[in-house]
């Protein structure tokens, strides 16, 4: 056992994790090993120059020119849509092996461990379907508009696609993240690799119609009407209600593009509600109906499911914001340090309620802390890119991150979460995470309370 894990009272080892010894390989085998190679030729080689280096090392990767660099490459257009290359094929989007899929009613992670920026590749997005998904056809969806009673809505419309394009469109970059992302740690379940703890979180550029501008072409009068309804056309009959307020603040989207292109089908093409700070469940997919209200709709997915038990045995309804949480993506449990010296630690912030404002790290356990640099420029309710320097002294340690957004909030330990909120929820854990690096260098998720 490590120094630190012996600390008293500081660190609660979880229990391994909920997988077979053959399962975690497996999973293991999916990480992008980049710290293995890239920090092999790192330190006194730096400084010699190239031929040198290439001379004394021997390096045939530098010395024998290989024979593609002097042929002809593929012409254009060989790939009309552009793929990553084959070397990337490990950087997938993955099922976790300890979740059971039921139907299409499952869920794929997005490889944060594999990214850089805040920009999640439209093809890496993670998934969340209840009833699995579908390729809708655009000429023959429609979005119907209308009121719970004709007082709140004048003039009820059904829109085509086309009707939705022509209006004035905005693009913003926001982070989604199901209200379930790092669910399993509540119950003190190491998960072994952030792409299975935090990879339900994803971030785009979303294109598409402020709602706020279909309800005003429908003549709604805001005065009565203080809630909207989101439908799906899927078969899992997704209904979600939102406070009018989001509405009138013109951050809801009516989105049809992700990342430049029109969205992609497993994340709701044609037509998804983009809900900026809100947990991922409201962004409905294949949108097809809003209604306009003056009550909540206490619907399935908002009275039965998306609701927090909390300790004394009530539960927490319409708990919607994403509060302000962060993680290292590299070093992360699963990858491997190779050798002691210099690491960039590298991380994701964000919150649910505007721009984050700070990030610290630490490596050793929460006792000391570093203010990370931000990536700017920090966008609102976007994930925020974080790097910090560590010379890694060969010893064991701690690494965690805390986010601190614009309105002061800061991203509480396990220990203060679960003093709130008690162990039996599943969704809206945003505990500081920490990964414990051994000597071999090995990256492993524990809890640090
Ligand atoms: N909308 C519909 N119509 N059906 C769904 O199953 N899943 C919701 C939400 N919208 C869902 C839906 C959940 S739980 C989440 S977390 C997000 O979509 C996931 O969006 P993504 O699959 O684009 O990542």
Redesign the pocket.
């Known amino acids: 056992m490590s120094d630190l894990a012996k600390q008293p009272g500081h660190l609660k080892k979880a229990p391994e994790n909920f997988l077979s010894d053959g399962q975690i390989e497996a999973v293991a085998a999916g990480r992008r090993d980049f710290l293995r190679k890239s920090f092999l030729a790192a330190g006194a080689a730096m400084a010699a120059p190239l031929a040198a280096r290439a001379a004394e090392q021997g390096d045939p990767n530098i010395l024998n020119l290989p024979e593609w660099s002097t042929t002809l490459g593929k012409p254009v257009a060989t790939n009309p849509y552009g793929m990553p290359s084959k070397f990337e094929s490990q950087l997938l989007r993955r099922e976790s092996p300890g979740l059971a899929r039921v139907g299409g009613?499952s869920?794929s992670f997005c490889p944060l461990q594999g990214l850089f920026g805040i920009i999640t590749p439209s093809g890496l997005?993670?998934?969340?379907?209840?009833?699995g998904?579908q390729d809708v056809d655009p000429t023959k969806h429609r979005l119907m508009v209308n009121g719970s009673d004709e007082s709140l809505l004048k003039k009820p419309k059904v829109y085509t696609m086309d009707e939705l394009m022509r209006l004035p469109p905005v693009s913003r970059i926001h982070f989604?993240?199901?209200?379930?992302n790092t669910g399993l740690e509540w119950g003190n379940v190491a998960v072994p690799t952030v792409q299975y703890t935090h990879g339900?979180l994803?971030c785009s550029e979303f294109t598409g119609v402020p709602l706020k501008t279909l309800l005003e072409d429908c003549g709604v009068d805001y005065k009565k009407a203080r809630y909207v309804l989101a439908?799906?056309?899927?078969g899992?009959s997704?209904t979600r209600t939102i406070p009018m307020e989001m509405v009138e603040s013109g951050e809801v989207i009516v989105a049809y593009g992700q990342n430049g292109e029109m969205l992609?089908p497993?994340?709701?093409y044609p037509l998804?509600?983009v809900v900026p700070g809100v947990?991922?469940?409201?962004?409905?997919?294949?949108?097809r109906r809003i209604e306009v209200g003056d009550k909540p709709y206490a619907t399935k997915?908002e009275a039965v499911h998306?609701i927090d038990l909390l300790p004394n045995g009530l539960h927490r309804q319409y708990s919607s914001i994403q509060e302000c949480k962060s993680v290292i993506t590299t070093p992360s449990g699963g990858q491997t340090l190779l050798n002691k010296g210099f690491f960039n630690v590298s991380g994701v912030a964000w919150s649910g309620r505007g721009k984050i404002k700070q990030v610290d790290v630490s490596f050793d356990g929460g006792i000391n802390w570093k203010t990370a640099r931000i990536e700017g420029p920090v966008q609102n309710k976007a994930l925020t890119r974080f790097n910090v320097d560590w010379v890694w002294d060969g010893k064991p340690a701690i690494l965690q991150s805390r986010a601190i957004d614009e309105t002061g909030y800061v991203q509480p330990t396990y220990g203060q979460l679960r003093k709130v909120r008690g162990t039996k929820s599943i969704y809206h854990n945003n505990a500081i995470q920490s990964w414990k690096v051994v000597e071999s260098g090995e990256v492993t998720n524990v809890q640090v309370l």
């Not at 997005?125 to 009833?131: A, K, L, V």
């Not at 439908?231 to 899927?234: I, N, P």
Request: some cysteine; charged content about 25%.
């Open positions: 009613a869920v997005h993670f998934e969340r379907h209840h009833q998904w989604i993240e199901c209200g379930a339900m994803s439908e799906g056309a899927d899992s997704m992609r497993e994340n709701g998804r509600l947990q991922g469940v409201s962004w409905v997919k294949w949108l997915d998306y």
